[in-house]
């Protein structure tokens, strides 16, 4: 059954920033106007978005220690923050939401306040491969991993690894590339379809994909795993894919 509370942070003003044709796409940004419909944008393009964000609840319930941090990594409105402050009820942890987009970062204080819960959060206008972090339990990267620099990603993880506690796990969902390209072209099909029936246009499919096209780089399941490896992780594995979207839970 649908969480009540989550659906009403999942609502907003529908989506129509590609709906018209645009003579020059420009590169995609987490803008005001972003902000705006970002929750209807998030649910009619991410196949299973809210089972994702129901999902990391639940994993933080099995992984947040006592007092510890939980952070949330490109917390844009704070879906997976919201849903770990209301299943967990700590008020021994403190919530860590961190995003570099003013616009996104104000909304986020203004949702996480509206609500009366024991966990603590606070919300840091801040880029997070700069982030000082430690004495983590819990670090979620939704769906964020895929807009940072390639250059900048295992750095990221290098550091996340060192901030997390003992038994501490790290959430990394993604849009995954395909190793084989015809195979990659089917999955993005499924997913455009997806999108399709979601109601977003043909045109607007392909005008987002030209807006996301430098900005959105994915990797492939590979290249997660070795970084992973590489960071010293010892568990990883997907515990959810619909089409190419993954999460992985990855755990010290
Ligand atoms: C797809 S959204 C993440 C969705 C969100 N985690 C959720 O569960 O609803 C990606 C977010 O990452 C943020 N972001 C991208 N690069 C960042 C960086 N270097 N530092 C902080 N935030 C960043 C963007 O501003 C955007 O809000």
């Known amino acids: 059954m649908q969480n009540p509370k989550l659906t009403a942070i999942t609502m907003s003003a529908k989506d129509t920033i590609f709906s018209d044709p645009q003579g020059k796409i ?3 940004e987490f803008d005001q106007q972003v902000v705006e419909v970002f ?3 998030i649910e009619r393009s991410v196949p299973s978005y809210k089972t994702i964000i129901q999902g990391i609840s639940e994993i933080a319930q099995k992984f947040v220690q006592l007092d510890s ?4 990594l490109g917390c844009s409105l704070g879906a997976a923050s919201f849903a770990i402050r209301q299943k967990l009820q700590e008020p021994s942890c403190q919530i860590i939401a961190v995003d570099n987009s003013p616009a996104m970062v104000e909304r986020c204080r203004l949702i996480q306040a509206s609500y009366n819960f024991d966990m603590p959060v606070e919300v840091l206008e801040s880029d997070i491969t700069q982030l000082e ?3 983590a339990s819990l670090v979620v990267l939704n769906f964020t991993l895929q807009f940072l620099p390639v250059t900048k990603r295992q750095t990221l993880l290098n550091r996340i690894y060192q901030a997390l506690n003992p038994g501490g ?3 990394v969902s ?7 390209p015809e195979f990659d072209e089917l999955i993005i099909s499924l997913h455009h379809d997806f999108k399709k029936r979601n109601g977003y246009s043909d045109m607007e499919i392909a005008q987002k994909r030209a807006a996301l096209e430098n900005v959105l780089i994915p990797d492939n399941q590979q290249t997660h795993f070795e970084r992973f490896k590489q960071a010293g992780f010892a568990q990883y594995d997907s515990w959810f894919q619909h089409y190419n979207f993954a999460s992985f839970l990855v755990v010290k």
Do not use: W
């Open 26 to 28: 420009k590169e995609f």
């Open 39 to 41: 929750p209807d944008m």
């Open 69 to 72: 941090n939980i952070y949330d």
């Open 133 to 135: 972090m430690n004495n």
């Open 169 to 171: 796990a790290l959430v």
């Open 174 to 180: 993604e849009k995954l590339q395909m190793d084989q």
